[in-house]
């Protein structure tokens, strides 16, 4: 993967309003995630999806007395944080991409004021094109797709720029980087 199509994602993702973050390792991720949500204590999140990092984040979540909620509308509804993982970042504008046929993954990143993104670093494109090209060339494509740009914002009729009405008012991305043989760093596979 391109450090340069690595550096566009993360300026573009920060001109929408996005904090970008990085992680060398699925441990270092959770850690980072942990410390993050020290801020809204007490906390509760749900997490959307059980793959290896869901599964790690969930554990290291609840090691630091973070409630974890199972995922449904209400729940999401009275959650602080939604963590989930995205397939996608598209470098040109800083969006997030990944299959949301699922109702629950919608309800982790719209529901909660605070949504964490997890993107894997192999995931970057560079453009939409590419990511939608990616999307539905597969064999099952996605029945809904989810694009994330920055936090939830509107604009009133003079143009007043509010955050966080319509959905998450903080976006907070976790750009998982990976070593030369495409394995994460400390040796797990996201």
């Not at 996608?88 to 982790?108: I, K, N, P, Q």
């Not at 605070?114 to 993107?119: F, K, M, N, Y």
Request: aromatic share 4%; net charge negative; hydrophobic share 45%.
């Amino acid at each position: 993967m391109s450090g340069d199509l690595i550096e566009v994602f993360k300026e573009s993702a920060r001109a929408a309003l996005a904090e970008v973050n990085e992680s060398q390792s699925v441990s270092e991720l959770t850690a980072q995630i942990v410390c993050l949500l020290e801020d809204y204590r007490p906390v509760s999140a749900v997490v959307g999806g059980d793959g290896l990092i869901e599964r790690k984040v969930k554990e290291a979540l609840v090691a630091a007395g973070v409630e974890i909620l199972p995922v449904h509308k209400c729940s999401a509804e009275r959650a602080v944080v939604g963590i989930c993982c995205y397939e996608m970042g598209v470098a040109e504008t800083g969006t997030l991409v990944a299959d949301a046929s699922a109702y629950d993954a919608r309800l982790v990143s719209s529901l909660p004021p605070v949504h964490v993104a997890i993107l894997d670093s192999d995931g970057v494109v560079p453009d939409m094109a590419t990511a939608l090209s990616r999307m539905y060339m597969r064999p099952q494509p996605p029945a809904y797709l989810a694009m994330v740009t920055g936090p939830s914002r509107t604009a009133d009729i003079e143009r007043e720029l509010t955050l966080g009405v319509h959905g998450p008012g903080r976006l907070v991305v976790f750009l998982l980087k990976h070593d030369g043989d495409g394995g994460a760093r400390d040796g797990s596979q996201p």
